[in-house]
């Protein structure tokens, strides 16, 4: 097929060779394939924007841009804490042993990344599956009194552990589920029994949580310092929960790590990470300002939620920045497939495609063939899936959607901990070239003082008159 980027799609070709050859299998374990971006972008686009990568590489590397403070994500997948990491993964026991119900408050950053390798390694249908690890349910990402009671008739009569996670220590939402899951404890275990079932994730030192945690003597795990909310599922913010479901922590941090060492180098033509990043910026640059992240798979629905706080929340600042979307395909086709298809021509797809599904399930041969189905008769779903995004990725194409493709090699701890560091450095190259600060959130501050307001915190009396003013 035609490239726009034939340089670089060339190069790309040549690395997905030598896998199929079998050479490269233990260094990639994902590859970027341009191939269905059409015309949109060229050899020449990328020639020009390659300096701006170096420059944006440089920065992150010598911590010399904004947000350098918090570039800790950068080597936690070697750099982290081993004696930490060991305590991780005996309480992940303890909690498994002590517990049915396994509930993890967090908001944003403090619970997205558990839940979607939770989803993407297990199942999105975990808690029903047959095994010998405890149910997971996240709260305090919402302030929604039905779910909470949901959750709480769920907990009736079953052991429950929690794992209480903020950075700050202060945010509202975890703080409340925190105080209603304590006080259900505490009504089961007493103060002192409750002690072994509650585990608080927070800041090293300081912080209300922490303080609390330190009086109280609850277990308590670090966020790093310089590591903040959206990239912290490598650290105890994440390992714990995803270790309570029986995940190999282990080859997680493998996985990113052999990512770290792989997308050291500012070479477009080489890093595909960093190409990644330099064509989602070229493609906003030419009006595509949403981005599309397509799975084909059900267990990626968290993922994408995941991918769509690391970059809106990274990228969406000073009136600038993608707008990051998801869709779950074959599902999605039949709701805003219409759309991407034929709407506003303003976006483009990155699809992740898993070369391995790890499992087979062939269509059954009925000799009625009612349905007409008999073509595909022996035929494994995963050939009808892979079809299926074939058929959509030269549809979109054709219809002014261009498609970025990321291949990965299969579902396994290694691959997803590779993705998730691609996704993370990819997302701070990003930031630097469209100018802005990737590891803050000034916007998330809005809302809450408006809510503090409104609800009569101490502190927030001007603010209350003048929302009250505008009512
Ligand atoms: O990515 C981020 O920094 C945010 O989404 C935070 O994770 C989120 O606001 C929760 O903050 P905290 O962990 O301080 O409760």
């Given at each position: 097929?035609?490239?726009?980027?034939?340089?670089?799609?060339?190069?790309?070709?040549?690395?997905?060779?030598?896998?199929?050859?079998?050479?490269?299998?233990?260094?990639?374990?994902?590859?970027?394939?341009?191939?269905?971006?059409?015309?949109?972008?060229?050899?020449?686009?990328?020639?020009?924007?390659?300096?701006?990568?170096?420059?944006?590489?440089?920065?992150?590397?010598?911590?010399?841009?904004?947000?350098?403070?918090?570039?800790?994500?950068?080597?936690?997948?070697?750099?982290?804490?081993?004696?930490?990491f060991?305590?991780i993964?005996?309480?992940a026991?303890?909690?498994?042993?002590?517990?049915?119900?396994?509930?993890?408050?967090?908001?944003?950053?403090?619970?997205?990344?558990a839940?979607?390798?939770?989803?993407?390694?297990?199942?999105?249908?975990?808690?029903?599956?047959?095994?010998?690890?405890?149910?997971?349910?996240?709260?305090?990402?919402?302030?929604?009194?039905?779910?909470?009671?949901?959750?709480?008739?769920?907990?009736?009569?079953?052991?429950?552990?929690?794992?209480?996670?903020?950075?700050?220590?202060?945010?509202?939402?975890?703080?409340?589920?925190?105080?209603?899951?304590?006080?259900?404890?505490?009504?089961?275990?007493?103060?002192?029994?409750?002690?072994?079932?509650?585990?608080?994730?927070?800041?090293?030192?300081?912080?209300?949580?922490?303080?609390?945690?330190?009086?109280?003597?609850?277990?308590?795990f670090?966020?790093?310092?310089?590591?903040?909310?959206?990239?912290?599922v490598l650290s105890a913010v994440g390992l714990l929960p995803i270790a309570?479901?029986?995940?190999?922590i282990?080859?997680l941090m493998?996985?990113?790590?052999?990512?770290?060492?792989?997308?050291?180098?500012?070479?477009?033509?080489?890093?595909?990470?960093?190409?990644?990043?330099?064509?989602?910026?070229?493609?906003?640059?030419?009006?595509?300002?949403?981005?599309?992240?397509?799975?084909?798979?059900?267990?990626?629905?968290?993922?994408?939620?995941?991918?769509?706080?690391?970059?809106?929340?990274?990228?969406?600042?000073?009136?600038?920045?993608?707008?990051?979307?998801?869709?779950?395909?074959?599902?999605?086709?039949?709701?805003?497939?219409?759309?991407?298809?034929?709407?506003?021509?303003?976006?483009?797809?990155?699809?992740?495609?898993?070369?391995?599904?790890?499992?087979?399930?062939?269509?059954?041969?009925?000799?009625?063939?009612?349905?007409?189905?008999?073509?595909?008769?022996?035929?494994?779903?995963?050939?009808?899936?892979?079809?299926?995004?074939?058929?959509?990725?030269?549809?979109?194409?054709?219809?002014?959607?261009?498609?970025?493709?990321?291949?990965?090699?299969?579902?396994?701890?290694?691959?997803?901990?590779?993705?998730?560091?691609?996704?993370?450095?990819?997302?701070?190259?990003?930031?630097?070239?469209?100018?802005?600060?990737?590891?803050?959130?000034?916007?998330?501050?809005?809302?809450?003082?408006?809510?503090?307001?409104?609800?009569?915190?101490?502190?927030?009396?001007?603010?209350?008159?003048?929302?009250?003013?505008?009512?």
């Amino acid at each position: 097929m035609e490239m726009g980027c034939k340089k670089y799609g060339n190069v790309v070709q040549y690395m997905c060779e030598k896998i199929f050859k079998g050479r490269f299998t233990s260094a990639m374990s994902l590859f970027l394939n341009s191939g269905y971006i059409g015309e949109l972008v060229t050899d020449k686009e990328l020639d020009y924007i390659a300096p701006y990568v170096k420059t944006a590489h440089d920065c992150l590397r010598s911590k010399s841009a904004q947000g350098s403070d918090f570039l800790g994500w950068i080597d936690l997948p070697e750099c982290y804490d081993k004696t930490e990491f060991a305590a991780i993964k005996q309480s992940a026991e303890k909690i498994q042993n002590n517990c049915d119900v396994f509930i993890v408050i967090g908001i944003g950053g403090s619970y997205l990344g558990a839940r979607a390798v939770i989803e993407y390694l297990k199942s999105p249908l975990y808690n029903n599956l047959k095994k010998d690890t405890p149910d997971i349910y996240f709260a305090g990402c919402n302030i929604s009194s039905s779910y909470l009671n949901e959750l709480l008739a769920i907990c009736e009569g079953r052991d429950v552990s929690i794992n209480v996670i903020s950075k700050s220590g202060t945010t509202t939402e975890p703080a409340i589920a925190f105080r209603i899951f304590r006080e259900l404890l505490e009504k089961k275990y007493g103060t002192e029994g409750a002690k072994d079932h509650i585990f608080v994730t927070t800041d090293r030192a300081k912080g209300t949580l922490k303080n609390f945690a330190d009086t109280m003597g609850y277990q308590t795990f670090v966020v790093p310092d310089d590591v903040g909310g959206r990239f912290s599922v490598l650290s105890a913010v994440g390992l714990l929960p995803i270790a309570v479901a029986g995940i190999d922590i282990d080859a997680l941090m493998d996985g990113a790590a052999a990512a770290r060492l792989a997308y050291n180098n500012p070479d477009l033509a080489t890093n595909d990470c960093y190409k990644y990043a330099a064509l989602r910026n070229i493609l906003y640059r030419k009006g595509k300002t949403t981005e599309i992240l397509v799975g084909y798979e059900t267990y990626a629905t968290m993922f994408n939620e995941w991918w769509k706080q690391l970059y809106g929340e990274s990228e969406g600042k000073d009136n600038k920045g993608l707008f990051p979307a998801s869709v779950i395909f074959t599902t999605d086709l039949h709701s805003l497939g219409q759309y991407i298809q034929d709407g506003m021509r303003t976006m483009f797809e990155t699809v992740i495609s898993v070369k391995d599904p790890g499992c087979t399930l062939a269509v059954p041969y009925d000799s009625a063939n009612i349905d007409g189905l008999n073509y595909l008769a022996g035929r494994d779903l995963d050939e009808v899936n892979k079809k299926a995004m074939q058929g959509t990725l030269f549809a979109h194409m054709d219809g002014g959607v261009p498609n970025i493709v990321i291949e990965v090699e299969d579902r396994s701890e290694r691959s997803l901990g590779y993705m998730i560091y691609f996704f993370e450095l990819a997302c701070a190259i990003s930031g630097y070239l469209l100018g802005v600060n990737p590891f803050d959130q000034p916007g998330v501050e809005s809302y809450k003082k408006n809510m503090f307001a409104l609800l009569g915190k101490p502190g927030y009396e001007e603010q209350k008159k003048l929302l009250e003013e505008r009512m």
